[in-house]
Each structure stands twice: as structure tokens, then as C-alpha cells.
């Protein structure tokens, strides 16, 4: 039985990685018929359904991750983004937050709970989560644009001005980062920079559009070295 739950598990991951998400879909299935609560593969089912829109089911399976195997704290960050897209922002923070007591080092449901606070317009908490999450996974410009936004929205245009022009070095096509930076530095009468990023932002040909999104893993993180994000 071992070997075939092995073999089903393994076929799923190929699946997944080729883009075959209803194949893979059929493989986590059929593992979870030889063992119900395999976490693994209600782990890989959410964020397939999630995937193809289906957030209530996601959900469920992200809650039987967590039931198998309370301990990962990748799968209460999952059931964290989900409850965010759901707009459940009470249940989102309380697995997020449960997430960071588990691995206070994993990036992911620090950026998902910035994103939390940011939707309740809580933007200390916001920065506070964004900036660690920053901290945590350095140079990613759309935390850097999400630091840069809070700052500014809390008053504090000199950290906001900072980190946008972080944001702008490490991509120089984010149009929100110099559309924000210009509003921040006409805020303090920094006219003639103001007018330069305003300049910039409508010169930019290939744009980077500021994207909202969750960040989930389909695959554990306990005790790996972190993959790169993954929408």
C-alpha cells in the first residue's frame, strides 16, 4: 500500500509541474483514498482548487492538511490566503498568525497578512508584516511597493519615499512605485522630482502592474530552504 500511495503521490507532483492540474488533481485523489489523512496531498488538492476557482473546496482540504499535520505552518498560511480571497479576514489573521508562531521565518504569511491588514486598512500592521516579510525574502519589489504604500498611507512619507525608491531600483518598470513616489514627494512639495517619476511612469513601455495576490506553496517547507514565491 506504501508503494502505491508512493507512486500515486509522485505521478501527482509530475502532473502538477507540467501544468496538468486535472490529472494531478486525479492522483491526489487517488491518494487520499488510500489514506485519508495523507496532509501532503490535501495540501497539493487546495491549491489546485484554488487554482481553478473553487475557494470552499480549497479551503476544506487546506483544514484536513492542517488536521493531519498541525505542525506545517505552510498549510495554515494556505487556509490564511484562502480566507483572505473569501474576504474571512477574522479566520485569515488567526491562521496567518498561526503560521508565524510555527515558523516566524517563513516570509509567505507575513506578505498574506500585511495583505490582511492593508484590506481593513490597518496600515501598521500592514507595515509591520510587510517590512518583515521583506526583511525575510529581500529585493521583491511588489513587498517593497506594499512597505512603501502603508508608509505613506500612515503619515510617514520619508520611510514611504525610501522604500519606493528601493522598489523602483530593483524594478524600474513598476508603475504604481513612481506614481506613488511622485504623489509622496508633491506631498512634500518636492515638485520638480515629482514631476520626473510622473515622467517616468508614462514613458514605461513594458510596465510591471501592481498584482494583490496571496502567496501559497503547494509543497512543505518544514525544515527545506524556502522555493520562490509562487501565485
Request: with cysteine; aromatic share 10%; proline share 4%.
Amino acid at each position: 500500500m506504501q508503494e502505491k500511495i508512493k507512486e500515486a503521490f509522485q505521478s501527482g507532483v509530475e502532473n502538477y509541474e507540467l501544468g496538468l492540474l486535472p490529472q494531478a488533481k486525479m492522483c491526489f485523489k487517488q491518494v487520499l483514498r488510500y489514506k485519508p489523512d495523507h496532509a501532503k496531498a490535501h495540501n497539493v488538492l487546495c491549491i489546485i482548487l484554488k487554482q481553478q476557482g473553487e475557494l470552499s473546496d480549497a479551503l476544506d482540504h487546506a483544514k484536513k492538511a492542517i488536521e493531519s499535520n498541525w505542525n506545517e505552518a505552510n498549510y495554515h498560511n494556505n487556509a490564511g490566503g484562502i480566507c483572505y480571497e473569501l474576504q474571512r479576514y477574522r479566520h485569515a489573521k488567526q491562521y496567518l498568525k498561526e503560521a508565524i508562531r510555527l515558523n516566524e521565518e517563513f516570509p509567505a504569511p507575513h506578505t498574506n497578512l500585511g495583505n490582511v491588514y492593508k484590506a481593513e486598512y490597518d496600515w501598521e500592521n500592514a507595515a509591520k508584516h510587510y517590512k518583515r516579510s521583506l526583511e525575510l525574502n529581500p529585493k521583491e519589489a511588489v513587498i517593497g511597493f506594499n512597505v512603501g504604500l502603508a508608509m505613506a498611507k500612515s503619515g510617514n512619507l520619508l520611510q514611504a519615499e525610501h522604500y519606493l525608491k528601493q522598489t523602483i531600483h530593483w524594478n524600474p518598470n513598476y508603475v504604481e512605485a513612481h506614481r506613488l513616489l511622485a504623489e509622496v514627494l508633491q506631498d512634500q512639495e518636492r515638485y520638480a522630482e515629482s514631476r520626473d517619476h510622473y515622467k517616468a511612469a508614462s514613458e514605461i513601455q513594458n510596465p510591471t502592474v501592481h498584482l494583490e495576490t496571496p502567496v501559497y506553496y503547494p509543497f512543505d517547507t518544514t525544515g527545506l530552504d524556502l522555493p520562490r514565491t509562487m501565485k
